[in-house]
Structures are given as C-alpha cells and as structure tokens.
C-alpha cells in the first residue's frame, strides 16, 4: 500500500538508486505517476505492506518499505528491482550503479565514476567540507541524516 513518506518510521528500509543523469523536466511527472502506481501496487496482497518514496534533485528514486508488520520478501525486492530495470530502459540511464559516486558541486548534483571522483580530492576540486550522497544507507534514520553530509563525515573520507 502506498502511504505518504511523513508517516515512513525511521527503521523503515530505505533504497536509494542514484541517475546517472539528472531526469529532464518533460520527465518527471510521467516519472512520478509511474513510481507512484508501482508502489500502489506492489505487494497489493499483503494489507501490511505499506511503502513510499522521495524523488530528490530531479536524479535520486529512494524506495522506503515498513518492515515491523511484515518482512520484506524476497519477491518484494525483485519486484522492485525489475521496476528499476525498466526504468533504466525506458528513460535510457543507469540507476543501480553503486560504483559511481553523487556530491554536490555548488548548487549542482554531479555522478562521477569512483576513480573520477578521487582525483578530483586530489586535485583539490573537492574537499571534506563538500557534501557527498551515501547511497548505501539502509532505513530511513540513516537517510534522514547520514545520506547527505560533508565528505569528512563520510565513510569516503577514506580518500581525503
């Protein structure tokens, strides 16, 4: 069942699926209604099942499932997956490379390989102050406030 993301828990599971481009704005209402309808009827059967999402910066999907009630099957998570799959053929990008690595780059979101990305620390492009997205967060807590900080405080401060 789709619910609003302000009644999400904060121990609810929490997808993120990065674009490897920003969505055109001819895109995104088309994007959202498609999301949407996928999570009304994901899982439909099951009365417990209750998920949402948040669409970011015109490029991140973050997919969020409550868990207390019912656990997450393994059906769920391929339903979610071939979800993203045609997603990433119908708009012709990539959303499930965790390889490549999201920051903010003045007021712009930038998607770069994970080498391009160190030699930009390198060459002192970016710092531990620039704000990085941690797409590998797990629940809802861990996206409101570990997904979008400083590099420094980051798990790639490893490459400072």
């Not at 009644?7 to 895109?27: G, H, L, M, N, Q």
């Not at 009630?69 to 012709?92: G, H, K, M, R, W």
């Amino acid at each position: 069942m789709f619910i609003d993301y302000s009644e999400i828990s904060e121990d609810a599971k929490a997808w993120v699926y990065p674009s490897s481009r920003k969505f055109y704005e001819t895109e995104v209402e088309n994007l959202e209604e498609t999301i949407k309808s996928f999570i009304a009827g994901w899982q439909k059967e099951d009365e417990n099942f209750r998920a949402s999402y948040q669409f970011l910066y015109n490029r991140f999907i973050v997919f969020f499932v409550e868990h207390s009630e019912t656990p997450i099957t393994n059906t769920a998570i391929d339903a979610s997956v071939s979800f993203i799959l045609e997603l990433q053929e119908t708009y012709n990008l990539s959303l499930l490379d965790k390889m490549n690595v999201c920051f903010k780059q003045g007021e712009f979101v930038q998607y770069k390989e994970l080498k391009d990305f160190k030699k930009l620390l390198k060459n002192k492009a970016l710092t531990g102050k620039s704000i990085i997205f941690d797409n590998l967060i797990n629940n809802n807590y861990d996206f409101k406030y570990f997904w979008e900080i400083p590099i420094e405080d980051s798990w790639y401060n490893r490459f400072l």
